[in-house]
């Protein structure tokens, strides 16, 4: 998975509509038009081929790149799902740190989101 993918995965198992920008036409100067919308409205609009492609811009937390927005997602997380904590700092967090032979207490954003979504079983291989 990307980093976008990711980050969109884990704000949309936390509930959060994520948004996008979508192309929506070029202006009178030539300048690219886009609307920030969830990605379910962009889906609709491309689906019924009245706006352009989704462009690739995750716009909300980014989990894989900030320790604070992903400390928060595993708190809610373990709040609403106590065996949570059991998966993740028991088997997830030490397997994805194992990988690059450092200790889960030194995860990395990156590595504590792709634990995350695998212990919530949201996790895609390519």
Known sequence: MTNEQINI???EHLGAKPFV?????????????S???TIEGARAARDSEMDGPILPKYCGPN?????NAMHSAEIREGARNPDFWTQYL????PEICEEQDAPPECATA???????LKAVGKWQSR
């Open 35 to 37: 609307e920030h919308r």
């Open 9 to 11: 995965a884990i704000a």
């Open 63 to 67: 989990y894989c790149g900030d320790l």
């Open 21 to 33: 920008y979508q192309f929506t036409g070029i202006d009178e100067d030539g300048e690219y038009l």
């Open 90 to 93: 028991d088997s997830k967090l």
């Open 110 to 116: 990156l590595q504590r989101a792709k634990a995350f």
